[in-house]
């Protein structure tokens, strides 16, 4: 999380008044909700399998590490539209964003953290433990979000721009909505039938049927 949070942060201390106990608690809330949702996620699939939650962290840790390269370096935002630009995006134009800068980030914030990820042997308890401690993770999230609900018109305010910066929930999230566009955008439609209202012979003066035909 620490080596990841330079777009949130850089975004969210310039609309937060940390000469307040509510500014100090806004920031706060930002690492209880990543912490939060990354341990339950985790937690989630280490109950389905060990393997799988040690390959997704690492998969993470590389995406993770070319997307802070890129906002930081173009000042991007990860959002649907972002997300459905990347996706669009052809070789030749993928070609010409890389550089050589991008190399460190992907080698010490990428590469080194998933190779020790992929190589520490992990000891977890039974699966069902690792299940409550997924539910006990959101679980926190939800009693810090109603003792903290004095900050929600806060992130009302900036969630759409703050939701952007946040990995590596802003593409993971995005991408979903992106594909769920697609197909929303691609689905056929289907016309409704013809309709039209008569009286119903036995029916009183003041009764219509719908036909449908």
Not at 30 to 51: D, G, K, M, R, S
Not at 53 to 75: D, E, S
Not at 81 to 100: F, K, P
Request: a positive charge; proline letters at 4%.
């Amino acid at each position: 999380m620490a080596a990841f949070q330079a777009p949130l942060l850089s975004y969210a201390l310039r609309f937060s008044d940390l000469h307040t106990v509510e500014g100090w608690v806004q920031i706060l809330s930002l690492q209880v909700l990543q912490f939060c949702l990354f341990a339950a996620l985790a937690c989630i699939l280490a109950t389905i399998a060990l393997w799988l939650m040690k390959t997704v962290v690492a998969v993470l840790f590389i995406v993770n590490a070319v997307a802070l390269y890129f906002m930081l370096t173009y000042g991007i935002e990860i959002d649907r539209t972002m997300v459905g630009n990347i996706l669009n995006t052809d070789q030749r134009e993928t070609a010409e964003l890389l550089h050589l800068s991008l190399l460190p980030y992907v080698l010490f914030l990428g590469i080194i953290p998933a190779v020790v990820v992929l190589a520490i042997k992990v000891q977890a308890p039974k699966r069902i433990w690792r299940l409550a401690l997924a539910l006990g993770a959101i679980g926190v999230l939800a009693a810090w979000s109603i003792v903290t609900s004095f900050t929600m018109l806060w992130y009302d305010r900036h969630a759409s721009r703050m939701g952007s910066k946040i990995l590596p929930w802003s593409y993971v999230v995005n991408v979903a909505r992106h594909f769920n566009r697609v197909a929303m955008d691609n689905r056929e439609q289907v016309l409704l039938p013809d309709a039209y209202f008569v009286t119903a012979p036995s029916a009183p003066k003041d009764v219509v049927v719908l036909v449908i035909g």
